[in-house]
Every structure is written in C-alpha cells, then in structure tokens.
C-alpha cells in the first residue's frame, strides 16, 4: 500500500473512530439520564423484568447471526446492489422467525408459571414478563427491516450519519418512554420507549441514509456466499451471546427481582464502557484491519498494535480505578435505595481487564478465521456456566457476581495463543500499556481518602 493511501487510511480511522466514541458516549449519557429519571417513576424490579425480557430478544437475534453486516464489510460485493437486496431479504425473513420463537418463548413461560414449574421468587415467575416478551418480540421484525445502509456506511468509513441515527431513536425513545413512565408508572413504559426507539431507528435507515435503496429480491451466489462466511459467524456469535447474556439468565434464576434490578444498575457502566470500547472495535477497527490485511499484510502487526493501545489503556485504568471507588459513583448517582449497586460495580469492575481482546476477535474476522472467535467464546461460555453456580453454592449472591467479573479471564491464554501463531504480538506495547491498571488503582484510592475525610 502506498504511503498516500495509508495516509488516507489513517485519516478515515481517525474520523471515524472520533464519530463512533463520540457518538457512543452521548448515546451512553442519555442512556444514563434515562436510567436516572425512569428509576424515579419505577421500582427496581420492573428493571429486573424488562433486562430478562431484552436478554432474551439479544440472544435469540445472536442465535441467528449470519454476520450480514460483517459480511457486507469484508466483502469484495459489500456495494453490489443484488448482494445487499439479498441481505436485506435474508435480514427480514430472520427477524420475522425471531419474532415467532419469542411469542412461542412467552407462551412457554406462562404456563410454566401456571404450573408451578419456575421457583416462586425467582424473576422468571413475574406475572408480567410473559406479556412483556410477547409486546416486545415485534422489535425483532422492526429491525429486520432496517436498510443496509447502515452496513455500507461502516465499510466506507461513514459513521457520521449512523451515529446521528442512533442519537435520534434514543432520544425518542426516551421522550416516549418518561411520558408514559409519567403517566402510568409501569413497566410498559419500558417497552413502549424500546418499539419507538427501534422504530425510528428503521425509519431513518431508509429516509435519511445515503445508498442503495433496498428491493425485494435475492441472488443465488450471494446467498451462498453470504451463508459461507455466516456459518463460523453463527456459532461464534451463539456462544457469544450467550457469554454476554448469560450472566442475567443465571443469575435471575438465583435471586429475587430487587436483586436483579441492583446488578443491572451496575452492569449498566459496566456494559457503557465495554460497548463504547467494543463498538469502536467492531466498526472501525474490523474495516481499518480487513484493508491493510488485503493491500499490506506486512504492515498487520504494527496496525493491529497501535489500534490496541488507545483501548488497552482505558480499560486498564477504568478497572482499577471502578474496583476501588466505584461505590462512590452510585452513592453519588442514585438514591439510597440503590447504594447495594456500589459494591456490585466494585466487582464487576474486572471483567473490563478482559474486554480489550475483544479487538483480537475483528482481526480474526479480518483475517477469515472467525473460528478462532468461536474459541475464545467457548472457553468464556464454559468459564462462566462453571463459575457462577459454583462460587453461588460456595459463598452465595457475592459468590455469583464474583464469577460473573472473572469468567473472561479464562480465554486470555487462547487469545495469546492464537496472536502469537499470526505474528501479531509486541509485548513491548503489552507491557507498556499495564501501567494505566496501577494509576487506576491509586486514583481511586485517593477519591476515597478525599472523600472520607
């Protein structure tokens, strides 16, 4: 690659990833304004309720990724119009079947519960999250919907647009969602803000976006090709999911719903961090990798390595930092009622050691090898089905959320493994970055020797 396109390369990462970091934290701050205001109209086990019923959507729509939109990335057709009206119709046509298991998924449920066959306590047995699944599964058919723009512009380094479409849906969804909350002071509050939020998220894709203009139509070859590439995407992305997820499944099967709705309130910074983080690994540095990996695989290691560095040293430092004040952030955040969260944040605070390898799995899609992101999900899946029943019976509630924090760890060798086998480590930079955990740590020790004084 010549030192011009480079140039133009670095250039576009940049302007890229400045709209997808900046444009994830105001998505994260209104996240979080949400969150402040609705737990004020709500009680925490609507929230309890509603992270189950969300959870469930996730995992069925991870259940059956085919990697469309990584596909349309990488791909030699990703601005061919027959191969992207052929996403589009595999993209609906998915999203109508998710939208059939959910519904089957509520029936389920609620004769279960009729039956005396979930335990009585547990947020499962909520008389209202049938209902709530149900309402909620015709997101799955709105987002099947949405246009493969969206897709296009993050293989051409247009995140600009995408972002101002996020920003808009959420900001209407939470409008909707306060009035109702308001009004009714009910969990439907919830779900009524999340359909109008992905509604308008479709809805732009297709009015507002720059591109193509989908048809229903598809071609043969890109179906297989489109199936090819999907299947390792599939099976990483299901056991993927179920890692993300499965942490809420588990637990609300352990605790009563005001527990629950205390770990979502501290899973939420955790999961804002580790999605901004994971965000700009997915839709900058999956493009930037795919592109040197095609026109100058010699420079791949240097690429990768510099775009660890900026993740490797927030993360490092938000986890030290988050493990020893971050009681004080929900102290300063919520009300009393939520001041168990601290301690919860505290310990969920290390699983954000291991979100910067994440970037390692978009490599391994770059580079055609998304088996090797199917390993490292196993290994987490099996860490965490593992740890959390076990440290649960050993020491209790505590003992779950211990397990959740460290579960990830156990695919950190994999990942050495496989970077060593493709030439892509540079432990002078591995070391160099460990510096920002002990600097976390000691701010965080000074906030509380300020703060207790």
């Known amino acids: 690659m010549s030192q011009p396109k480079l140039t133009s390369l670095k250039r576009r990462v940049l302007r890229a990833g400045g709209w997808t970091l900046a444009g994830h934290a105001l998505g994260q701050m209104i996240r979080l304004g949400s969150n402040l205001v609705m737990t004020r109209l709500l009680v925490p086990e609507m929230f309890g309720v509603m992270a189950i019923a969300i959870t469930v959507s996730i995992i069925l729509v991870m259940l059956s990724d085919l990697g469309l939109q990584q596909n349309i990335v990488q791909s030699p057709r990703g601005d061919e119009p027959d191969f ?25 449920l609620y004769f279960a519960d009729l039956s005396g066959m979930l335990p009585p306590k547990s947020v499962y047995a909520s008389p209202d999250l049938p209902l709530v699944i149900a309402v909620y599964s015709v997101s799955a058919i709105i987002y099947g919907f949405q246009s493969t723009k969206i897709a296009t512009a993050y293989r051409n380094f247009d995140q600009r647009r995408v972002i101002q479409v996020g920003l808009i849906s959420q900001l209407c969804g939470l409008i909707i969602m306060v009035i109702v909350g308001a009004m009714s002071r009910s969990i439907w509050a919830l779900v009524v803000g999340a359909l109008v939020s992905s509604s308008t998220t479709t809805l732009l894709s297709h009015m507002w976006m720059r591109g193509h203009v989908n048809r229903f139509r598809f071609e043969k070859e890109a179906l297989r090709e489109l199936i090819a590439f999907g299947k390792w995407v599939f099976a990483s992305s299901a056991l993927y999911v179920l890692t993300i997820n499965g942490d809420k499944l588990l637990l609300g099967a352990f605790v009563e719903a005001e527990v629950m709705g205390f770990y979502i309130i501290a899973a939420l910074f955790v999961s804002a961090i580790s999605g901004t983080l994971g965000m700009l690994f997915s839709n900058v540095s999956l493009p930037a990798i795919s592109e040197i990996a095609r026109n100058d695989p010699e420079r ?11 993740g490797d040293l927030i993360l ?26 601290g301690n919860t944040l505290e310990i969920l605070s290390l699983s954000l050691f291991a979100v910067r390898y994440e970037i390692a799995r978009q490599a391994y899609l770059a580079l055609g090898l998304p088996h090797y ?9 099996i860490s965490l089905c593992s740890l959390v029943p076990l440290f649960y019976y050993l020491v209790g509630t505590q003992g779950a959320i211990w397990g959740i924090a460290l579960h990830s760890l156990a695919a950190v060798p994999i990942v050495y493994k496989f970077n060593a086998k493709l030439g892509l480590i540079d432990w002078r930079r591995e070391s160099m970055t ?3 955990l002990p600097i976390g740590i000691l701010l965080g020790l000074a906030l509380n020797f300020i703060l207790v004084r």
Not at 85 to 108: E, K, N, P, Y
Not at 300 to 310: F, Q
Not at 373 to 381: E, K, L, Q
């Open 84 to 108: 992207l009206d052929t996403a589009w119709f595999v993209q609906i046509a998915r999203g109508v079947v998710l939208c059939i298991l959910m519904l089957l998924l509520s029936a389920g």
């Open 300 to 310: 791949l290691r240097e690429i990768y390595n510099k775009l660890c560095v900026p």
């Open 316 to 341: 490092l430092f938000l986890t030290g930092f988050l493990f020893i004040a971050g009681h004080w952030l929900i102290t300063l955040l919520y009300d009393p009622r939520y001041a168990t969260a």
């Open 373 to 381: 992101g199917t390993v490292m999900s196993a290994v987490r899946f």
């Open 434 to 436: 460990l510096v920002a």
